[in-house]
């Protein structure tokens, strides 16, 4: 299983070298950018994008703000779950990173001790981002669009194969899609009870404050009405 894509006739390792050799071309500080982004800077800008939603979800509030905020609870968990689920993969595939097998590639990360299959920065991305999708189309999208760029990151700082990140990206959508029937039947009942609590609701719905005067009789404030009573 180690051998995979180790020929340089190989699809895999030609696209490999094509993404990488932008790298070359590219100046050292964007070179700089691209390994800081893969490695750590769109995982945060996707935990950031998972807070705003869950952000905009509590201040609509409505009848289902839990199984909402419930939906946006399974992101982390799936990504936690897709990594946990790649370890048994990399072991058993045992596939070598890209810069032991091939030369000349302009590696901007090793990417870690371990094997190269599958990536699980592309899996946790992934995983996270089909979540989201599940929870807010909207949002979703946006992870989407996160998570293919983390992908072309990794291929970029010679991280991993083409097929690596491949692999994560489907590993990550199906622990997010096969477990989320799961995870809502869990984690739902559980939004449902911090909402009920005085103190710990408000991660679930914003509270409203009550509007100071009442409309009374159409245009009529409660402060009008009151003088209405004093002059009778």
């Keep these: 299983m180690a051998g995979l894509a180790v020929s340089g006739s190989n699809p895999d390792v030609d696209l490999l070298y094509d993404i990488n050799g932008l790298a070359k071309e590219a100046p050292h500080w964007f070179d700089r950018l691209m390994a800081f982004a893969g490695q750590y800077g769109l995982l945060l800008a996707m935990v950031l994008l998972i807070l705003w939603c869950w ?10 703000a839990a199984s909402s905020v ?5 992101a982390p968990l799936a990504a936690g779950v897709a990594v946990l689920v790649s370890m048994p993969i990399r072991g058993f595939v045992g596939r070598p990173r890209p810069s032991a097998d091939h030369q000349g590639l302009d590696v901007l990360t090793g990417g ?4 190269s299959f599958v990536s699980e920065h592309a899996a946790l991305m992934t995983a996270m981002a089909v979540a989201l999708f599940v929870a807010h189309r909207r ?13 072309f990151c990794r291929v970029y700082a ?21 477990l989320s029937p ?4 869990l984690l739902t009942p559980l939004a449902k009870a911090v909402e009920r609590s005085p103190r710990a609701g408000a991660l679930i719905r914003a509270r409203r404050t009550a509007a100071p005067e009442t409309v009374i009789s159409g245009t009529r404030t409660g402060a009008e009405a009151r003088e209405r009573d004093l002059a009778a």
């Design 112 to 115: 870690g001790p371990g094997f």
């Design 158 to 178: 010679g991280a991993h194969y083409p097929t690596d990140v491949v692999g994560g990206f489907a590993l990550g959508t199906a622990v997010a899609l096969l």
């Design 55 to 64: 952000w905009s979800v509590r201040g609509r509030g409505g009848e289902d």
């Design 70 to 74: 419930a939906a946006l609870a399974w």
């Design 139 to 151: 949002f979703g999208l946006a992870g989407l669009a996160l998570a293919l760029a983390e992908g």
């Design 182 to 185: 799961l995870a809502s039947a």
